[in-house]
């Protein structure tokens, strides 16, 4: 199994920042892709940043510009840097890593217990 740990989330005036990680634990075989996801009230999950193995990075359109992914493949740590935050970014994030653990080769994705980001306008 793979155990996530996030840490980061919090209250933040209009145009701050906020840094969120992510650590990821446990009989880890091998991590295929680590990001992070948000849900706000009323709204679908919905992704706002990915890093697969390689480095390659996506961003959700809203965020491009603003939010950088990183990665420490020492401490199997994802992080997420969000700048020029706004009200519209206010929800829960969680940190999604794809995996393989234990005996068994197959990726499976794994889900964080969500930080809440709150944006105030």
């Known amino acids: 199994q793979v155990q996530l740990v996030e840490s980061g989330g919090g209250l933040v005036q209009a145009g701050g920042s906020l840094r969120l990680s992510c650590a990821a634990s446990?009989?880890?075989?091998?991590?295929?892709?680590m990001g992070w996801y948000r849900q706000a009230p009323g709204k679908q999950r919905e992704l706002v940043s990915l890093i697969i193995s390689g480095g390659t990075t996506n961003y959700a359109d809203s965020v491009k510009g603003r939010f950088t992914i990183s990665r420490d493949n020492a401490k199997n740590t994802v992080y997420l840097q969000m700048n020029s935050l706004k009200p519209e970014d206010t929800a829960v994030y969680y940190c999604y890593v794809a995996a393989s653990s234990g005996s068994k080769s197959n990726i499976n994705p794994y889900w964080g217990q969500g930080t809440q980001v709150t944006v105030s306008s």
């Open positions: 446990g009989s880890i075989l091998s991590i295929n892709a």
